[in-house]
């Protein structure tokens, strides 16, 4: 079991590499992001990228490993650069949906996804986090920091049940939605002025 949720987290670092490759239109935030829909019509998996702030010239960040003869103090040397942040997380409930916000800040390319999962597995140390609701959406923030922990937000009322968010590497920050119904319709959009990845999860039938 562990051996598989390692395959998958390296599937997420391999994720963003690819998604990297791509660059956001400021203008038009809805078509930096793709789908994959089920019979049903409701997007399964969404993906796409964020310019945040003034990032360098020189491309999209990648993530790679140091020569092996080489030392190095620096940390965080297998980490995209620059760097964005992960500033806030936060919740809203609409009139036909419930709202997680992702607040991001600092200069960088970040690569988002956001999937349906059957547990919620955390990809750092492979820790199942608990966070109730008959579905568990997973959301990955990629080439990004968290310069502060998040504590667990619990909803009382609207389309989900409590939100998990935690750094699992010097470069990715990992989400979960615990949902009230099972595998709601959601979108997500990621979006420049204000810097941000807006998750909405629908009640039936909105």
Not at 91 to 105: G, N
Not at 107 to 125: C, L
Not at 131 to 137: D, F, K, T
């Amino acid at each position: 079991m562990r051996h598989r949720r390692l395959i998958a987290f390296g599937g997420t670092l391999l994720c963003f590499t690819a998604l990297v490759g791509c660059q956001s239109n400021p203008e038009s935030p809805a078509e930096s992001s793709t789908s994959t829909v089920d019979n049903s019509g409701n997007a399964e998996t969404e993906t796409g990228t964020i310019q945040v702030g003034n990032p360098a010239i020189a491309g999209p960040p990648s993530i790679t490993l140091p020569p092996v003869d080489t030392p190095s103090t620096d940390t965080d040397t297998n980490s995209p650069s620059p760097l964005a942040e992960v500033t806030g997380v936060t919740t809203e409930h609409l009139y036909d949906s419930s709202r997680v916000t992702y607040q991001l800040d600092g200069n960088g390319t970040v690569a988002w996804k956001v999937e349906y999962v059957s547990e919620a597995v955390r990809g750092g140390d492979s820790k199942v986090v608990d966070v109730g609701g008959r579905s568990i959406i997973q959301i990955d923030l990629m080439g990004v920091t968290a310069p502060q922990p998040f504590p667990p937000i619990t909803a009382q009322d609207g389309t989900i049940m409590a939100v998990e968010t935690a750094s699992v590497s010097s470069s990715i920050v990992q989400s979960f939605i615990g949902t009230a119904a099972a595998r709601p319709e959601f979108r997500a959009t990621g979006t420049e002025l204000p810097d941000q990845l807006v998750v909405d999860i629908f009640f039936a039938g909105g």
